[in-house]
């Protein structure tokens, strides 16, 4: 099946519609795509000359959810729904399309995830352990906000090896991808490539 939509634009954003309603485009829900990985903000510039896999999935979190960030998939809608941002260490968690607007994806509209090849990513807010990322390192989800629909979640951390068993399972089977780029103590809320190989 053809995109319905490249990637930087939602199902609205495309079509000029108003804003989606629960079942709009419904038919494209779950549709995977590879892209080729393009800076999409200055096409026809390449990056990484590499292959992105993308999946359109439906905002059901009641928020406008922003670029870059990880969002959590309900399972019980075949990983088609975007619940809100990922809140905890090792959850598992998709990044939101990074070339779409700042202010982000509607409620109810469509939108691409990102499944597997380079992503960017947004760091932690806190100057802290956390935020120091390697190249060549496997990153998880990192612990940011009480809610899903917080200004700070979604964020990524450098994964830990060692330590009680839920959470270090937790790390192994849901970390996001490897870092493609680096980050220290001090690059808090920032952009952090990343080869994303989520299913």
Known sequence: MEAPFPRGKSWTMNFGSAVAGSTDGIEFEGVDKDFSDYDWVNYPKRRTNRYVRCRIVRNSSGIALKPSRLVQLDAANYYNHALGYTITD????????????????LANDL??????????????????????????????????????????AGAVKS???????????????????????SLTTGNTGANVLVDVRMI
């Not at 990044?95 to 994806?105: A, H, I, M």
Request: proline share 5%.
């Open 90 to 105: 090792g959850q598992r968690g998709y990044p939101v399309d990074e070339f779409l607007p700042s202010g982000g994806v």
């Open 159 to 181: 994964a830990i090896s060692s330590g009680a068993t839920t959470p270090l399972f937790n790390e192994i089977a849901h970390f996001i991808g490897v870092a493609l780029s």
């Open 111 to 152: 939108f691409w995830v990102v499944l597997r090849g380079p992503a960017m990513l947004l760091s932690g807010l806190n100057a802290d352990g956390t935020n120091v990322i390697t190249q060549g390192q496997e990153v998880t989800a990192l612990t940011t906000a009480a809610s899903s629909q917080g200004s700070s």
